[in-house]
């Protein structure tokens, strides 16, 4: 089972999920068995913020002097799933999120989903530098994806 805590730092996130905690619980619990972790008690932390904020911490562990749409902080280099495990911290930016701005409401709680899945996988040690490593990543991302989506809609 997987926990997260919700911090958000951004007010507009309340304007298009009004329940951020069941949000992104039915997210977690609509993982395909194999990210389920039906047995375990893994945990995350998920930062809701913008791109002012979001811009200033790929500065400082990116070196990346711009905003972007998603940060994910692994807390092992190599994950090792064990019954009690806290992978990382995920960041993402509410700007990014709500493009175009006259978007429907679904519409922006499915690019959340589908980012919320992406830096998840960058917690289990998914990356996507090299393009064999992007296809596998994008692969298990639109897997889960399509569970989600068809529990949670």
Aim: charged fraction near 35%.
């Amino acid at each position: 089972m997987i926990s997260v805590e919700i911090v958000s730092e951004e007010k507009n996130w309340s304007k298009k999920i009004k329940n951020k905690d069941f949000f992104f619980r039915s997210i977690c619990k609509s993982f395909p068995k194999k990210y389920g972790f039906l047995n375990k008690r893994l945990s995350l932390t998920l930062l809701l913020s913008n791109n002012k904020k979001i811009k200033i911490l790929n500065k400082k562990f990116r070196n990346k002097n711009k905003p972007t749409d998603i940060l994910s902080f692994p807390a092992e280099s190599k994950i090792k799933i064990k019954k009690k495990l806290y992978l990382g911290d995920i960041i993402i930016s509410y700007n990014f999120m709500n493009k175009p701005k006259d978007q429907t409401i679904d519409l922006f709680k499915n690019k959340v989903v589908k980012t919320f899945i992406h830096g998840f996988l960058h917690l289990l040690g998914f990356d996507h530098i090299k393009l064999s490593d992007y296809k596998k990543m994008l692969k298990e991302e639109n897997k889960i994806y399509k569970s989600v989506i068809k529990k949670i809609n």
